[in-house]
């Protein structure tokens, strides 16, 4: 029997953004610095139009239905989950607008971008200003996005990736210089952590960037939210929370009878809480007890939507546990496993520079989430680094094994040192 009082709760978010890519092209470096000087295209952004709001529908059924593809992917039980995939969506379409050939095909396949290159930006730039388009209240609402794109000092970037860029997604080229790749990576995370409240302090690990990344695109967003209906701080208790090994811990338990959009299938309770302004809201889908790994595992897009479809507004007497929680994820290989492959390795970027050198390295990402009775605050980055690839050898030489070495004169031939290695660590 389902019961309208809910305790336990899983999250995936799909909030929040940042993108960076290292993109890596031919050309004489720069002079060294450390600050960002800013060089931005002369296309203006872009307002968005009747075609392109009308085409927002099929961009956000593509996002949505890529977040449970991303989501089936990265669950394994052991651990809270917390991801963004709509701003992995977000920054992977920036690094998407340079994709080319079989590398743009099957990037649209695993994101599910079904519109033409030209549309898809179009609606990603009107989707982003239906958002901002919130504004920000101190104390209700506060949802702030921002792009940016750092760029390697002298590498010429073709005019068109970059007008794509500032068209859609309203980010000028910050020059800087990745082979002091310490400082350029301290740049662009302080960049994020301003971004973010400080949430994200350090989205790029260390070597994230090097002297052969060329580019960084960054998409960050800020969210943090009160509840329509607050939950009362004098109601909320220890009580225990189930674990998926049969073992209980006790956690505070925050509780509210409130009218709130509320449906039923088999298997599962969802429950929908608004935030201030009703223009957003937290869903959370209960299943029944015993068949979270079983439910989690065949979650999709589809048959969330039905679900939402289904809420009716009704008294709802809802428990769910505070939570604080931050995670991190390296996507190479849940992206690879989705059908990502040549954008890893046989790649072709070449709309950004005019070359096919360029290839994703990594995808960083990392997320952070906090739900008390006020409301709820989250932010989340991602980071995708692009390298040059390596020249392709003729022949493989691997010396594990005993050899013998000469030092000779080239000239002359004459051998001026010879010996063998036997044991390189004696």
Not at 45 to 59: D, K, N, T
Not at 213 to 240: C, G, I, M, Q
Not at 297 to 306: R, Y
Request: glycine share 8%; charged share 20%.
């Amino acid at each position: 029997m389902i019961r309208q009082t809910i305790y336990r709760f899983v999250t995936c978010g799909a909030l929040l953004a940042l993108l960076a890519s290292g993109l890596a092209g031919c050309a004489a470096p720069g002079p060294s610095v450390v600050k960002a000087e800013e060089l931005r295209s002369d296309k203006p952004r872009s307002e968005p139009s009747s075609l392109q709001e009308a085409a927002l529908s099929e961009l956000v059924a593509g996002n949505n239905a890529f977040a449970f593809d991303l989501y089936r992917v990265l669950y394994d039980g052991s651990a809270n989950l917390f991801c963004s995939p709509h701003s992995i969506s977000v920054a992977l379409a920036m690094t998407y607008a340079g994709a080319r050939a079989r590398t743009e095909q099957q990037m649209a396949q695993v994101m599910h971008y079904t519109l033409p290159q030209a549309q898809l930006h179009a609606a990603f730039n009107a989707l982003d200003r239906a958002l901002a388009s919130m504004g920000e209240d101190e104390e209700a609402l506060r949802l702030r996005i921002a792009n940016s794109i750092w760029g390697q000092q002298g590498v010429a970037f073709l005019d068109p990736f970059l007008d794509t860029l500032a068209e859609n997604y309203g980010a000028g080229l910050r020059l800087v210089d990745f082979a002091q790749s310490e400082a350029a990576r301290q740049l662009i995370n302080g960049w994020v952590s301003d971004e973010t409240e400080g949430r994200i302090p350090e989205l790029l690990p260390e070597r994230a960037v090097d002297a052969e990344t060329a580019l960084v695109l960054a998409n960050a967003v800020y969210f943090k939210a009160a509840w329509l209906h607050a939950f009362p701080e004098a109601a909320t208790t220890d009580r225990s929370f189930h674990l998926l090994d049969g073992s209980e811990v006790s956690v505070p338990v925050m509780s509210q009878i409130a009218e709130l959009g509320y449906a039923e299938a088999p298997g599962v309770q969802v429950v929908e809480l608004p935030y201030a302004g009703e223009k957003l809201s937290m869903v959370i889908l209960l299943p029944e007890e015993g068949q979270f790994e079983r439910f989690a595992g065949s979650l999709d897009a589809q048959q969330v939507t039905e679900w939402l479809g289904g809420l009716q507004q009704q008294s709802v007497s809802l428990s769910m546990p505070k939570f604080t929680f931050d995670a991190g994820f390296e996507l190479r290989n849940a992206l690879m496993a989705l059908g990502m492959v040549d954008a890893f390795g046989d790649a072709d970027f070449s709309g950004m520079d005019g070359t096919t050198e360029l290839f994703i390295d990594q995808v960083y990402h990392k997320a952070f989430v906090a739900v008390d009775e006020a409301g709820t605050e989250a932010s989340a980055a991602t980071a995708v680094v692009v390298g040059r690839k390596a020249a392709v050898a003729d022949q493989t030489v691997i010396a594990d094994r005993p050899f013998v070495f000469l030092i000779r004169d080239i000239e002359t031939g004459a051998i001026l040192f010879l010996g063998h290695v036997l044991n390189p660590a004696a």
